[in-house]
Nanobody, 122 residues
Framework: QVQLVESGGGLVPAGGSLRLSCAAS????????MGWFRQAPGREREFVAA????????YFANSVKGRFTISRDNAKNTVYLQMNSLKPEDTAVYYC???????????????WGQGTQVTVSS
């Protein structure tokens, strides 16, 4: 069974930074693409970033491009989301996810974590 556990969320002032981590277990992590998503109160879940199994292909939502980076450490079975220049509109529950097949910049992921709250104060 695939397990994804996010960590690193918290409260940060606008302009600050956070790094989210997602630890994977139960499958060959290094063979599968990973994605980050977020859901703000009253809004639908949206794509944030994705990375291929090798790290060679990376995608970002336009809203975070230039501020967020995604990376992975296959030896540690962990994917990261570095978030800089945070804005109040980045406030959401952030989820990591994994999928079969190639990396995609969409909601088409098969396995999901429980999420971690990120709150950006103005």
């Amino acid at each position: 069974q695939v397990q994804l556990v996010e960590s690193g969320g918290g409260l940060v002032p606008a302009g600050g930074s956070l790094r989210l981590s997602c630890a994977a277990s139960g499958r060959t992590f290094s063979k599968h693409p990973m994605g980050w998503f977020r859901q703000a109160p009253g809004r639908e879940r949206e794509f944030v970033a994705a990375i291929s199994w090798s790290g060679g292909s990376i995608y970002f939502a336009n809203s975070v491009k230039g501020r967020f980076t995604i990376s992975r450490d296959n030896a540690k079975n962990t994917v990261y989301l570095q978030m800089n220049s945070l804005k109040p509109e980045d406030t959401a529950v952030y989820y990591c996810a994994s999928r079969e097949g190639p990396v995609v910049a969409s909601q088409q992921y098969d396995y999901w974590g429980q999420g971690t709250q990120v709150t950006v104060s103005s």
